[in-house]
């Protein structure tokens, strides 16, 4: 045993602190999620491809799968949002009884936590129902609805998101509206941030009173498109009765059609408010791929609660 003096054990003190230190790299472990949906060139919708026809990138910077489900198997939390602005009043019977058929299919298959939450906004925004399986529930809340006010189309979805934000499973919003706002308290990027916040796709079902242009609000119709696209969603635009239920089946159907992709980001620049650029591709070009454009990293400003769009 080699004994050394106390001037000895300093000399070896100041040699380690001296030597060169290993490099500390920031690892972001968050897993990033990603729905996507895949359709042909007919737009029919396609269920069978594997994960290595998928390429990710965040940031321009490709990134490696590391989750990957076929026709997902996640419970599905819905946030129905309906607009009883005066607006709809015409419109609002032939939307309920839309609604009355979408719940009797979506709630006669699927997971066994799905779950739908019926939201109503006019110049307020209410929660009608929790999140919930019984369809009388919200069938009951449908036989209480009226008309009246203006249109807090952007408060609804931005509550209806950050409700959405700690539920279990793929978390989807689908807005019935005309497109209009006229008193909401927060703007389109509050709306859009907050959807991201929850890994939410919107799907807006544009129900159009006035089928003429000068009449329409032609602007609040291609915010609700951005919206859809930014998120993976898509919106419709379709006339009451038939076409209206048909909406409601086809935005089911991609539901039950949709694959999961998630990854947890590596090389990725990092950005002064946590916001990082989305693009989802896949191999084979004669399909199209819908997904979300973007994702907020644990390093973005908090921004939550109600305040004022600039």
């Not at 045993?1 to 602190?17: C, D, H, N, P, T």
């Not at 790299?25 to 996507?36: F, N, P, S």
């Not at 006229?182 to 389109?188: L, M, R």
């Not at 002064?272 to 591709?281: A, F, P």
Request: net charge neutral; charged share 25%; hydrophobic share 40%.
């Amino acid at each position: 045993m080699v004994k050394l003096s106390r001037r000895g054990w300093l000399a070896l003190l100041a040699m380690a602190e001296a030597a060169p230190q290993e490099p500390v790299y920031r690892v972001d472990v968050k897993l990033v999620r990603i729905v996507a949906a895949v359709r042909n060139v007919s737009g029919e919708l396609v269920g069978a491809l594997g994960k290595d026809d998928f390429v990710v990138l965040a940031d321009g910077v490709e990134q490696e799968i590391a989750v990957f489900e076929r026709r997902t198997e996640q419970p599905l939390s819905v946030a129905l949002l309906l607009d009883t602005s005066l607006s709809t009043a015409i419109e609002l019977r032939y939307e309920v009884e839309s609604v009355r058929k979408f719940l009797k299919a979506f709630f006669g298959e699927g997971h066994p936590a799905d779950a739908i939450a019926l939201y109503t906004f006019n110049y307020e925004v209410t929660r009608r129902t929790g999140y919930t399986r019984r369809a009388e529930n919200i069938e009951a809340a449908l036989k209480r609805l009226k008309p009246e006010g203006g249109t807090s189309l952007y408060d609804a979805l931005f509550l209806a998101c950050e409700e959405l934000e700690g539920r279990e499973g793929r978390r989807v919003v689908v807005v019935v509206t005309d497109g209009a706002d006229t008193t909401s308290v927060k703007g389109y990027h509050d709306a859009l941030r907050a959807a991201h916040l929850a890994d939410a796709l919107i799907y807006p079902i544009l129900v159009i009173p006035v089928k003429n242009d000068p009449g329409r609000n032609i602007r609040g119709e291609n915010a609700l498109t951005g919206l859809a696209q930014a998120t993976g969603g898509r919106v419709f635009a379709p006339s009451v009765g038939p076409a209206l239920d048909q909406a409601f089946g086809e935005i089911l159907r991609e539901l039950r059609t949709q694959y999961l992709l998630g990854f947890y980001p590596r090389g990725v620049p990092r950005s002064k408010d946590g916001y990082h650029r989305l693009e989802v591709r896949v191999r084979r070009p004669d399909l199209q791929v819908s997904a979300r454009s973007g994702y907020y990293d644990e390093s973005a400003p908090a921004g939550r609660g109600w305040r004022a769009a600039p």
